[in-house]
């Protein structure tokens, strides 16, 4: 085995921040195998991009060039064919992401590297890629062994794995020339369109207060909204709370909504289905409130509260009020 590839994506001046999950998780994965691990950026004037990897990788492997300023899979994938020809690297890391779904299919079949996308996990195994993907709505995790193969590719599921932070020790750079020759004409660039922001966007918020259905109605909401400004963190919610309308969708933790990763996650009334759990459970601190005790979420709780909500929020809520 040679090295890992750790394919960074960046956007409108910014990395962002699923590349260092990924770095975190190529860093383990490498020093399970006795290998290398290695940032791969592609890009125009991205001199700081790669000041800023080398305190998080030993090296990174740098293109520059005018026609890599902004995304292409025409692009990309000539230059990481050319790199993967020269390297031979034995896994290629991307995000699944609108850029690596993009991406990923074609070039593993022009590689012919074995794919496995929306991981949650992956390991090797005699020399062999192993991954678990979560299936069936979040209710299966599915491990899936891979043919053999020199390189394999994989695409990692935002928000799962913990970012590799910043060392005293830092990395080389290495460039490399690219490739390209000229723009590509059958795929071009436009424009960014950015989606409207209807609200917080909860997987930045470092506290979270979640409600579930557990909380009876949206009367209560109120109650919950100000416990989460005393603690100075935001409300987010499960599935059925945004089936029922008590909030907006871009409030949902869950397989169908966001992962969020906060230093606390306070559970409400949420019973802790897996579509759920799968979402939330890199939170640093878990507390869980909720009258039944069998209720799944104390499964992965750091700490939990068989009670009424109602019992318990009064009490936090000054609690927190004479703290501030």
């Known amino acids: 085995m040679s090295e890992i590839f750790i394919l960074i994506e960046h956007r409108q001046g910014k990395i962002r921040d699923i590349s260092y999950e990924m770095l975190g998780l190529g860093e383990q994965l490498a020093n399970q195998q006795g290998i290398p ?3 791969v950026l592609l ?3 991205v001199k700081d991009f790669a000041e800023d990897l080398t305190t998080r990788a030993p090296k990174v492997l740098v293109v520059e060039d005018e026609n890599l300023k902004n995304f292409n899979s025409v692009s990309y994938q000539n230059t990481l064919s050319s790199l993967i020809s020269k390297y031979q690297p034995s896994l290629l890391i991307m995000a699944h992401s609108a850029f690596g779904m993009d991406l990923a299919p074609s070039l593993s ?3 012919d590297s074995p794919l496995v996308t929306d991981c949650i996990g992956l390991s090797f195994e005699d020399g062999k890629l192993k991954a678990i993907r979560s299936i069936y709505g979040g209710k299966v995790n599915a491990s899936i062994g891979l043919r053999e193969s020199k390189g394999y590719i994989a695409t990692i599921r935002p928000g799962v794995f913990t970012p590799k932070m910043p060392g005293e020790k830092k990395g080389r750079i290495v460039m490399e020339s690219s490739p390209l020759q000229g723009a590509v004409d059958i795929k071009k660039f436009i424009e960014y369109i950015e989606a409207p922001i209807t609200g917080e966007d909860i997987t930045q918020a470092e506290i979270l207060v979640s409600v579930g259905q557990g909380i009876g109605g949206p009367e209560h909401i109120p109650l919950f909204e100000e416990l989460a400004k005393n603690l100075g963190g935001t409300i987010s919610c499960s599935r059925p709370v945004v089936d029922r309308n008590w909030l907006p969708k871009e409030r949902q933790v869950g397989i169908s909504g966001k992962t969020v990763k906060p230093k606390i996650y306070l559970a409400i009334g949420i019973s802790g289905a897996f579509q759920h759990v799968t979402a939330m459970q890199g939170s640093d601190t878990i507390i869980a409130i909720n009258k039944d005790p069998r209720a799944p979420i104390f499964g ?3 700490y939990g509260i ?8 009064p009490v936090l809520k000054e609690k927190t009020k004479s703290l501030k």
């Open 37 to 39: 691990f290695t940032a």
């Open 43 to 45: 890009g125009h004037d």
């Open 109 to 111: 079949i022009e590689k």
């Open 300 to 302: 992965v709780a750091d």
């Open 306 to 313: 068989v009670d009424d909500f109602q019992n318990v929020i």
